[in-house]
């Protein structure tokens, strides 16, 4: 069961005294206006940003076990690798490391961190590959591939780590509209066949009412209003959740 | 011109020393570069503070005069080098001062969600500097680097004022026999020139193996390359 | 070897008296670059095909040779072809001409960092070339260019050590001298170094604040 409490504070104060809890498996899309704290939300759950004050904790390991000299949320880099082993997270763009092939950004997890052997890491490459549908480009490098099946190749890479949770900010914002649709096929998938527990930070609202147990509405660095996608989107009770969905599904 | 040609094949014999001592130089002057460039990136504060300080003086003072220093003083410490080792120890250490802050900038601009991806994936520091940080910076550090390839091949001449025979000497040794200026300098101008457009055209093809796979994007975001004079 | 302070003391006034012609020397070589610099670019841009070819080699020349040899050839060759000038003047031109061919690249870049957008919306509105180049063109350079002219005065100003070689009685030679008469090198070597530091430091780290707030990379 993944628990995450978080009272987060950023320089400004991006997120306020927000407590989330995700149960394991659970499909949660997040959705909001930019600039309300989703993409902060997700970098603190990757360790990727220190809360200012709170706690994220995943299961029953807290991430920042430590306070330093100010006391502040602090935890020692192993600690935090640990940690962040069982999370995966794919980002908007240029996810992908340019001097390698398709096949060696996704093995280069396995290979180099988890230390699997070059053929099993390849293995595991290879599976993954053809599961997001791109085996016969695996020997492309990132430059040859379109925006979608650099993001796809992403997808996979995370995944080879054996994550427990994934991560995904705003994964199909920067691609062109024709290649939207092949990226959300994977997430779609992903969320039918496997057990992983998904966060999903997105702009597609047609998509989080088709694939999420939960969406959650964040205005002005708190959950706005939180439940599941048919009672939320067509029927919202806050404020602010209303003007917003009359914003973008006026479009 | 007969004069010319003539002065051309008499400086020749001079051209392997000069080339060697650019290269010794530049091979110490890259260790320097790496070593302080990375140090200069370190979490630790005395570390960034030192190597700042042997960029900074190094960068802030003319080559001449760290040359003589190393001719002229260093031996009052006890410590004495032959000329060709103070020489080259100057060049190393003032080339490589500009490389330090070539590294630098080369590893600042690899964009930081590289870095952050190969965070989420969990790898050390260590493993993100050698497979993710330094293939991408190297396609922008190669340009530069030729650049100060150039400077270092200029800057020997200033080697001909302490005594190290190499081409500038030898054309000095060739006018004050001929007494006839012109030639003499001018072929030694085209023989500099010569081995600066090799040294370019090497860098050149480096480049653009190193930036192989990588999108055009990038390199549009290549800074202008400042080039050190002399 | 121990540092004598009583002589770092005396010898302070001839230094910086080599300091002032230093300096001099710098300001003076960086506006005749300037003006080089400048038209070169244009030239290398604007130009006849039977122009800019000869004015992009050349430059590479220039920049490709070392200064010194340069000061040499000038020094020597010129009165050879009836041009005497004076060790300073002749050191003033070497600057100028040597930076001049660095300071073409800055403008160059400078100049085509201008949007495409701006040389058609001039020629729509039928400018001269010379309008163009003054009102339209160059004004939208100086920011890209400022930081790159800083740095080459910066590296100017070091490698006027070099004059001391053509007998220009600059810092290096002022310090040369001091340690002809005693036979000390220890403190006017190091001092000429600590003088430069103390000049170039300071400037480089304004360039470097006048970079950032320009917000261009150099």
């Known amino acids: 069961m993944l628990r995450n409490v978080t009272k987060a504070y950023g320089a400004e104060i991006v997120l306020r005294g927000l407590d989330l809890e995700v149960a394991r498996g659970e499909r949660v899309a997040v959705i909001g206006r930019s600039g309300s704290g989703k993409t902060t939300l997700l970098r603190l759950v990757m360790g990727l940003e220190r809360p200012t004050s709170g706690d994220i904790i995943l299961g029953t390991t807290t991430m920042w076990s430590e306070l330093d000299r100010r006391g502040q949320p602090s935890a020692s880099e192993r600690h935090l690798r640990h940690v962040r082993s069982r999370i995966g997270m794919v980002f908007q763009q240029f996810n992908l490391f340019p001097t390698m092939t398709a096949r060696q950004n996704v093995a280069e997890g396995p290979r180099h961190v988890l230390r699997l052997s070059r053929a099993e890491a390849e293995r595991r490459a290879s599976d993954l590959l053809e599961r997001v549908g791109l085996h016969q480009k695996a020997d492309r490098y990132p430059s040859e591939l379109s925006g979608g099946e650099q993001q796809r190749v992403a ?97 | 011109m007969d004069a010319a040609w003539a002065s051309l094949v008499e400086l020749l014999p001079a051209v392997p020393v000069t080339l060697r001592v650019t290269g010794v130089s530049a091979a110490l002057a890259t260790l320097l570069a790496l070593g302080a460039g990375a140090l200069r990136l370190s979490t630790h504060r005395g570390l960034r503070v030192l190597s700042g300080a042997y960029v900074e003086v190094f960068r802030g003072t003319s080559a001449l005069v760290q040359i003589f220093w190393f001719f002229f003083v260093l031996p009052l410490f006890g410590l004495s080098l032959t000329p060709h080792q103070a020489g080259i120890a100057a060049l190393s250490l003032n080339i490589g001062a500009y490389g330090a802050e070539v590294v630098r900038g080369s590893i600042l601009a690899v964009p930081a969600i590289q870095v952050e991806a190969a965070i989420a994936l969990n790898m050390t520091a260590r493993q993100r500097l050698r497979r993710v940080v330094i293939p991408q910076a190297l396609p922008l550090m190669i340009p530069q680097a030729g650049n100060l390839a150039v400077s270092l091949l200029k800057a020997t001449s200033l080697l001909s004022l302490v005594t190290i025979v190499e081409m500038t000497s030898r054309a000095q040794a060739i006018r004050e026999r001929t007494g006839d200026e012109a030639p003499v300098y001018g072929a030694l101008l085209v023989v500099y020139f010569i081995l600066s457009l090799v040294i370019g055209g090497v860098a050149s093809g480096l480049e653009r193996r190193a930036s192989r796979h990588l999108p055009d994007l990038r390199r549009e975001r290549k800074p202008v390359p400042m080039e050190v004079p002399a | 070897m121990s540092w004598d302070w009583r002589y770092a003391w005396e010898i302070v006034p ?102 495409r957008a701006q040389w058609e919306a001039a020629q729509a509105l039928s400018y001269s070339s010379r309008r163009t180049w003054a009102a339209v063109v160059l004004p939208q350079t100086v920011r890209h260019v400022l930081p790159g002219l800083g740095n080459y005065l910066i590296s100017m100003f070091k490698d006027s050590a070099l004059l001391s070689i053509i007998t220009v009685t600059e810092l290096v030679s002022a310090a040369r001298s001091a340690s002809g008469q005693t036979f000390r090198y220890l403190e006017p070597v190091t001092m000429t170094g600590v003088i430069f530091f103390l000049v170039s430091y300071p400037t480089s780290l304004g360039v470097r604040a006048l970079q950032n707030r320009l917000g261009v990379a150099t």
Do not use: C
């Not at chain 3, 000869?54 to 040499?72: M, S």
């Open chain 1, 155 to 251: 997808i996979a890479r995370a995944l080879a780590m054996g994550p427990e949770v994934m991560l995904f900010d705003e994964i199909t914002s920067a691609l062109d509209p024709e290649l939207v649709g092949e990226v959300l096929d994977v997430l779609r998938e992903l969320a039918v066949d496997s057990g992983v527990t998904m966060l999903i930070v997105t702009h597609e609202i047609a998509f989080a009412r088709e694939v999420a147990d939960r969406v959650v509405f964040l205005a002005d660095g708190e959950i706005a209003e939180q439940g599941p996608p048919r009672r939320l989107l067509d029927d919202p009770t806050d404020a602010r959740t209303k003007a917003f969905l009359n914003a973008v599904l006026r479009r």
């Open chain 3, 14 to 115: 001839q230094l910086l008296s080599g300091l002032r012609t230093t300096v001099m020397v710098t300001a003076l070589g960086f506006v005749m670059a300037l003006g080089v610099g400048l038209g070169w670019a244009v030239v290398r841009r604007a130009g006849t095909p039977w122009l800019r070819l000869p004015a992009t080699a050349f430059a590479l020349f220039v920049r490709g040779t070392p200064l010194l040899v340069q000061l040499y050839f000038l020094y020597y060759v010129l009165p050879g072809y009836g041009l005497t000038l004076s060790a300073l003047a002749t050191g003033i031109l070497g600057l100028g001409l040597h930076f001049g061919a660095y300071l073409s690249e800055v403008f160059r870049a400078g100049i085509e960092s201008v949007p």
